[in-house]
């Protein structure tokens, strides 16, 4: 499949998508949404395929956010008819059932910021850059980071960073909890796939279950995401690769998945 702002890729079960539209620093035009939403549904689709990184191409941007040009002229009628940014979260977030991964190479600002807070979690390089910065424009998020970025660094950071527009860095963003990890810039994306290689030699059903229970403490009471953990657990208990697992320990060998 060949796109127009993106590039795919595949290194063994992982999938590797690049936002490609260096010279505008990655920015999330109209384009660049309906092409990743098809790599996410070709990356869901593919039974071979079990984690996914995305990333930014260049070494400045992992994406500065939306596309403000395509903004810029757009009528309020239009962002609210076409429920502008909404496919995001449904065509993107909700239908990617399977692990991916966002590598940070740069900025990350406004949309982008969003875009990887929408990742099951963020790997970032030391040049990386985090922000929301939308209030300089006159609006405000709008991909989610109010709601994203207050829950990962909590309301304080989270208000003054949507308040000032200002960037946080690599260093402060894995202090606050933003970022699983931050490696050299150089080293970026061999992390990330050898992350992203551990991940897709789990068995793949308790990947997805383990994705599902995590995400449910941000939806839920405690004591629904407690019933929702507890009812996987149960039901993977019933999977083939349970009992490979569980076999495959008690043998000292590695399982040998089914998936199922
Ligand atoms: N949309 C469209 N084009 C963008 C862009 C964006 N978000 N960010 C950068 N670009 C373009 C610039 O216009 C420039 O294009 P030209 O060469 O044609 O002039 C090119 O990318 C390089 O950018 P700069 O010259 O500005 O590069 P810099 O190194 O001087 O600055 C930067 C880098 C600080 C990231 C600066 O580009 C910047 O502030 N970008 C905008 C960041 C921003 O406000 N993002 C939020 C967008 S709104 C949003 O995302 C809404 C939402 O909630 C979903």
Same mark, same amino acid.
């Given at each position: 499949?060949?796109?127009?702002?993106?590039?795919?890729?595949?290194?063994?079960?992982?999938?590797?998508?690049?936002?490609?539209?260096?010279?505008?620093?990655?920015?999330?035009?109209?384009?660049?949404?309906?092409?990743?939403?098809?790599?996410?549904?070709?990356?869901?689709?593919?039974?071979?395929?079990?984690?996914?990184?995305?990333?930014?191409? *260049?070494?400045?941007?992992? &994406?500065?956010? /939306? !596309?403000?040009?395509?903004? =810029? +002229?757009? @009528?309020?009628?239009?962002?609210?008819?076409?429920?502008?940014?909404?496919?995001?979260?449904?065509?993107?977030?909700?239908?990617?059932?399977?692990?991916?991964?966002?590598?940070?190479?740069?900025?990350?600002?406004? *949309?982008?910021?969003?875009? &990887?807070?929408? /990742? !099951?979690?963020?790997?970032? =390089? +030391?040049? @990386?850059?985090?922000?929301?910065?939308?209030?300089?424009?006159?609006?405000?998020?709008?991909?989610?980071?109010?709601?994203?970025?207050?829950?990962?660094?909590?309301?304080?950071?989270?208000?003054?960073?949507?308040?000032?527009?200002?960037?946080?860095?690599?260093?402060?963003?894995?202090?606050?909890?933003?970022?699983?990890?931050?490696?050299?810039?150089?080293?970026?994306?061999?992390?990330?796939?050898?992350?992203?290689?551990?991940?897709?030699?789990?068995?793949?059903?308790?990947?997805?279950?383990?994705?599902?229970?995590?995400?449910?403490?941000?939806?839920?009471?405690?004591?629904?995401?407690?019933?929702?953990?507890?009812?996987?657990?149960?039901?993977?208990?019933?999977?083939?690769?349970?009992?490979?697992?569980?076999?495959?320990?008690?043998?000292?060998?590695?399982?040998?998945?089914?998936?199922?």
């Amino acid at each position: 499949m060949s796109y127009e702002t993106i590039l795919t890729e595949t290194d063994g079960a992982v999938t590797i998508i690049t936002i490609n539209r260096p010279k505008a620093l990655n920015a999330l035009s109209s384009v660049v949404l309906a092409e990743l939403i098809e790599a996410f549904a070709a990356y869901q689709a593919d039974d071979s395929q079990l984690c996914a990184i995305l990333t930014g191409s *260049g070494d400045k941007a992992f &994406a500065a956010g /939306a !596309d403000i040009k395509e903004m =810029s +002229d757009k @009528a309020a009628a239009d962002f609210y008819l076409e429920d502008f940014f909404g496919d995001w979260t449904s065509k993107i977030v909700k239908t990617t059932r399977k692990p991916w991964i966002a590598a940070v190479n740069g900025f990350a600002l406004g *949309g982008g910021c969003e875009l &990887a807070m929408m /990742a !099951d979690f963020i790997i970032a =390089s +030391d040049n @990386a850059k985090f922000g929301q910065p939308e209030i300089k424009l006159g609006v405000a998020p709008g991909m989610g980071g109010s709601q994203r970025l207050t829950r990962a660094i909590g309301k304080s950071k989270s208000m003054e960073m949507c308040l000032t527009g200002r960037m946080m860095g690599a260093e402060e963003a894995e202090r606050s909890n933003l970022v699983a990890k931050v490696v050299p810039h150089d080293d970026l994306i061999a992390e990330a796939k050898k992350t992203a290689a551990t991940i897709a030699g789990m068995p793949p059903m308790a990947t997805i279950a383990n994705k599902e229970m995590v995400n449910s403490a941000f939806e839920m009471t405690l004591d629904q995401g407690l019933i929702v953990e507890r009812r996987i657990f149960q039901i993977l208990t019933a999977s083939e690769d349970k009992k490979e697992g569980m076999e495959a320990f008690i043998e000292k060998r590695e399982g040998n998945w089914k998936g199922r």
